[in-house]
């Protein structure tokens, strides 16, 4: 087991930091500012689509959050000297995204859902490992956005319950059987050759499979509590099929 060198909250910008420490401090703060602008992006597309008012506004808001999270991100990377229009260098060759793209070339109104109650769900968890960072000024913005992101999952929840009291379950259910494996395959391989270097930096304290379960104890009671099946997997390890 790996042991922790550096508390939360323990390295600010004046802090001396070996080159290990700054690479990969600034790898894992662009890979955050690209989720959240992705996520921006997501979501304010979906302003004037959105079925009715309160939707649109939620949806703005959403957005809004998003974009100020992907901002605050940006502001900390210019603090250490990479300014916006070079912190895509710094990024790591993530699959996610694409495969998103790649599996839902255009989303519907129901997907959308999904993100906020799953994705959204599993964003939480690696903020909450962003939130014990062990560079403070990230450690700080993330413990603010903690509780906004619970509140897009609240969205999600609230928009989906209503949706199955109008009778719309197996249509929900579909798309829960397609997200939810998406939801798995976010968090990555249980373990990556990054893994004991993040933790023991104080970047991260957990690996990727405490997260995914951290993430299956939360959302399986939720997902029952809306009337819905846990779907059943075909392959029960990474990657989740």
Avoid at 22 to 43: Q, S, V
Avoid at 85 to 113: C, G, M
Avoid at 199 to 222: S, V
Wanted: glycine content about 4%.
């Amino acid at each position: 087991m790996v042991t922790r060198e550096l508390a939360p909250g323990s390295v600010t910008r004046d802090t001396p930091m070996s080159p290990e420490y700054r690479k990969n401090l600034l790898k894992l703060l662009a890979d955050h500012a690209r989720a959240e602008l992705w996520a921006a992006h997501t979501y304010s597309s979906w302003v004037p689509r959105a079925p009715g008012p309160d939707e649109k506004v939620h949806m703005a808001h959403i957005a809004h959050e998003e974009a100020e999270h992907w901002y605050k991100c940006i502001l900390l990377l210019a603090d250490l000297g990479v300014p916006s229009k070079e912190a895509r260098r710094h990024e790591s060759q993530h699959w996610f995204y694409r495969t998103i793209n790649l599996v839902f070339p255009s989303l519907n109104w129901l997907d959308v859902l999904m993100l906020t109650f799953l994705i959204d769900r599993g964003a939480y968890f690696l903020i909450e490992d962003y939130a014990q960072s062990s560079y403070a000024p990230w450690m700080q913005m993330s413990r603010q956005i903690l509780s906004e992101e619970e509140g897009h999952v609240d969205f999600g929840s609230g928009r989906l319950r209503a949706m199955m009291e109008n009778g719309n379950k197996a249509r929900i259910q579909a798309a829960m059987n397609r997200w939810w494996r998406v939801a798995l395959n976010m968090f990555g391989p249980p373990r990556t050759k990054n893994t004991d270097l993040y933790i023991r930096l104080g970047l991260k304290f957990r690996t990727n499979e405490d997260r995914r379960q951290a993430y299956i104890r939360d959302a399986q009671p939720q997902i029952l509590a809306l009337g819905l099946q846990v779907p059943k997997l075909y392959r029960q390890s990474y990657p989740f099929l």
